[in-house]
């Protein structure tokens, strides 16, 4: 026996919104860094500086540490970018993993229904 | 018990939900073309382009093949990844169509249980939730960034990206000086893939934005149409004595109720 009820609110749909968020402030943060960090060093070091000069820069100067921060920062900011990607994807996997517990419920509260709905029906023919 | 109809242009975006097996073809097909570019267009311009030493290619004259074939690899490298990115984003809005088509079917088939329901018991049917235009209106913003960036790449590989690359690399690019335009065009160039990329998956957070919200609404649906029915059910059950209020219920045993053609052969 089983007792209609609404469905308990699922724990998933308590966790979920985590993830979205989540991947939003990873998206996010990544695409600052992207526009307000990496762009501005690239215009810098590649638009600021002559083959030659750029070629000839001794350890400790500006330019090598520009070219160290675009040669490295992206080999993390990328799998960052694909970490809130995957976030998102936990989300709605989570999401739809709440849709059969609460279809189980409709089928059951349903089937307690359609004895009323049949009376009416026949009632009103 | 008709629908109110939605103001533009969600009434527009609704309407066009059904469409969603077309959109989810046309994202392929443009992931698809992206891949015939890629073997056929791009591939070629590489191999042509690293098929002799470096001081021959470097030093290769604006006009020649090896500087054409520099040119068309950058330039296809400018665009090709959004357009990509934009089948990609039909694929997601398909999926948003779909679930948003799935969330309009489940309130018809609301509507017409309730209209099952003795007058006296039947409870009023709820405006469709404010998630709805959310996610509409999510999906359409994703969609809009991958067409901008697309636009964007586009532009660039049409401009800057050729203008600079078709030059001699040894004789014309390496001997630029500081304040030329050719150093301010490689400014640009080798630049923009930062920001532009990372606007691309602002683009496609927002798809899945809408994915997400589109879910929150069948979720929400489904959970408030369960409360209305519980709730006819323990009025139907209490008034008419069928059964004792609150009793429980049996699992379903699939016999055909008379006067409901739902469950019956």
């Given at each position: 026996m089983n007792s209609v009820a609404t469905p308990k609110s699922p724990w998933q749909l308590k966790v979920y919104p985590i993830f979205s968020v989540l991947g939003w402030i990873l998206i996010g943060l990544s695409f600052l860094i992207g526009l307000l960090v990496l762009t501005p060093t690239a215009i810098g070091y590649w638009g600021g500086s002559a083959k030659a000069v750029r070629d000839a820069a001794e350890a400790g100067t500006v330019l090598l540490g520009q070219l160290a921060l675009l040669a490295t920062v992206p080999l993390w900011l990328e799998p960052l970018v694909f970490v809130g990607v995957a976030s998102f994807m936990v989300g709605i996997a989570l999401e739809s993993s709440s849709i059969p517990g609460l279809l189980k419920n409709r089928g059951l509260v349903m089937s307690a229904c359609c004895p009323y709905l049949a009376n009416t029906r026949s009632e009103s023919q | 018990m008709n629908e109110e109809k939605a103001p533009f242009p969600f009434n527009l975006i609704g309407k066009m939900m059904p469409a969603f097996p077309m959109m989810a073809v046309m994202g392929w097909m443009i992931v698809g073309v992206a891949l015939l570019i890629g073997v056929f267009v791009l591939s070629p311009a590489q191999t042509t382009f690293f098929s002799d030493a470096k001081a021959v290619r470097e030093g290769a004259a604006t006009g020649s093949a090896f500087v054409q074939a520099n040119v068309t690899r950058h330039a296809i490298a400018a665009w090709v990844p959004h357009f990509k990115f934009f089948g990609l984003g039909l694929g997601l809005m398909a999926i948003v169509m779909a679930l948003g088509t799935i969330a309009k079917r489940l309130r018809h088939m609301g509507l017409i249980i309730t209209k099952h329901m003795p007058a006296d018991l039947r409870p009023a049917m709820p405006p469709p939730p404010k998630t709805v235009r959310l996610f509409q209106l999510g999906t359409v913003m994703g969609l809009m960034i991958l067409m901008i960036t697309l636009i964007v790449g586009i532009v660039l590989a049409v401009t800057i990206v050729p203008d600079y690359w078709?030059?001699?690399?040894?004789?014309?690019l390496n001997t630029a000086e500081v304040g030329s335009g050719l150093l301010s065009q490689l400014g640009v160039v080798s630049s923009f893939a930062f920001w532009l990329n990372a606007l691309r998956m602002v683009g496609m957070a927002s798809l899945f934005t809408g994915i997400s919200l589109a879910l929150m609404v069948i979720i929400g649906t489904l959970r408030l149409q369960a409360k209305l029915l519980v709730g006819f059910y323990r009025q139907a059950s209490g008034s008419r004595e069928?059964?004792?209020?609150g009793a429980g219920v049996r699992e379903p045993q699939l016999k055909p109720s008379p006067g409901l053609a739902v469950g019956s052969d």
């Open positions: - | 078709n030059h001699s690399i040894a004789n014309d069928i059964e004792p209020a």
